[in-house]
C-alpha cells in the first residue's frame, strides 16, 4: 500500500490538486452520456483519455492506474448463445465501476489538500 505522504508528494509533483480534481470530474461527468455506446469511438476516447489522466495525476506505476487499468466493460466468459444484453449489462457494470473509482479518487485528492492546508 502507498503511503499518504506519497500520493501527496505524486499528486503535487505532477499535477496541482485542483486541477487534478477537475480533471477527474470531467472524465466522470461523461460517463453518463457512454451508457449506450459499447462499441463506440467515443467510448475508446473516452477510456484512453481517462487511463492517460489517472497515469499524470498519480503516476503510471500507481495503484490508482492498476485499479483502472483493472477495469473490465466486457464478459470474461461467454458462448456463442450468450444475448447482447449480457453484454451490454457487464459494460454498464464497467462504467459503475469506474464512476466509483474515480469518485474515490477524487475524494482522496480532496482529503490529501485539505490536510495540506491545516499544516
Known sequence: MISRSAVEAKVTKIMESARAIEILERQRAAIDGLRSSRRSQEFTRWQRDTEVAVQRIF???????ADFSGIR???MVMTSSTPDSDFHEAYLHGLDTTKSILSSMIDE??????GLRRR
Open 59 to 65: 503516476g503510471a506505476d500507481s495503484r490508482h492506474s
Open 73 to 75: 466493460y466486457s464478459l
Open 109 to 114: 485528492i480532496r482529503e490529501l489538500r485539505s
